[in-house]
């Protein structure tokens, strides 16, 4: 499946400055391994070196967080979008680096 | 330096005074390169606590969506402290996501909101000056 990939501006300079790419993979985790082999800047960015999702970050297929769908494991076709969005959070508290799961 | 509207400055801190007891916080859509704000998205707290904020990844792809299709884009986020400082904290300094925003910080620790924004990069706060204009073209 070949999918587009939605990228926040963070991640962008990473990419050439695309705001939309295309990546092959029939699940999300797949189609950002895919994204990492193509933008090498993108690897770390968004899976960890454990395959997991990084946690300040939040991956969309279409209107859906792929939490509460199969994370990584969540089936991808050629018409879904997916987009990187990092989590934007803080406060007045100084909890340096926690979010709940 | 950032530029907002009458429009934009009151709904930030109207939505910041409606959140109370708790932290409140949205999105600021515009122009990146002029620092302009033409569209406040109010935004929920999902960590619904006076003391944390965390956008709603829901309501961030929302306004991501809208600003793009208005050819502007997310370039900054507000969100308030209830009893401390506009100022940005360590929490806030550590989590910020993307070095090309504006951070704007609205402290409604005394009775008259206040409103300051900054850059934060690399772990450096910088303030930066807030002009609300009644009406500008930010194209």
């Known amino acids: 499946m070949s999918v587009t990939v939605h990228l926040p501006t963070v991640l962008r300079s990473h990419a050439g400055g695309a705001k939309d790419v295309t990546a092959d993979g029939a699940t999300v985790g797949e189609v950002l391994q895919s994204l990492a082999a193509e933008y090498p800047g993108l690897s770390g960015q968004v899976i960890n070196g454990d395959g997991s999702l990084h946690k300040f970050v939040n991956v969309y297929v279409n209107d859906d967080d792929v939490r509460y769908l199969s994370s990584l494991d969540t089936p991808v076709t050629d018409t879904d979008?997916?987009?990187?969005?990092?989590?934007?959070?803080?406060?007045?508290?100084?909890?340096?680096?926690?979010?709940?799961? | 330096m950032l530029r907002i509207t009458e429009a934009v400055h009151h709904q930030m801190v109207a939505h910041c005074l409606a959140g109370l007891p708790d932290e409140a916080c949205g999105l600021l859509g515009?122009?990146?390169?002029?620092?302009?704000?033409?569209?406040?998205?109010?935004?929920?707290?999902?960590?619904?606590?006076?003391?944390?904020?965390?956008?709603d990844p829901k309501d961030y792809l929302r306004a991501?969506?809208?600003?793009?299709?208005?050819?502007?884009?997310?370039?900054?986020?507000?969100?308030?402290?209830?009893?401390?400082?506009?100022?940005?904290?360590?929490?806030?300094?550590?989590?910020?996501?993307?070095?090309?925003?504006?951070?704007?910080?609205v402290s409604l620790r005394d009775i008259r909101p206040v409103v300051r924004s900054y850059r934060i990069v690399d772990g450096v706060i910088t303030e930066e000056p807030v002009t609300v204009s009644s009406q500008y073209n930010p194209k």
């Open chain 2, 30 to 55: 515009g122009n990146l390169e002029t620092g302009d704000v033409v569209t406040c998205y109010p935004a929920r707290n999902v960590a619904v606590s006076a003391k944390l904020y965390e956008v």
């Open chain 1, 81 to 101: 979008e997916v987009s990187i969005l990092p989590a934007v959070a803080g406060g007045a508290t100084d909890i340096s680096g926690s979010r709940p799961a």
């Open chain 2, 64 to 105: 991501d969506r809208d600003a793009e299709a208005a050819g502007n884009s997310i370039i900054g986020v507000f969100h308030s402290h209830t009893h401390t400082d506009a100022y940005p904290s360590p929490t806030d300094v550590a989590q910020a996501p993307d070095p090309t925003w504006h951070y704007v910080l």
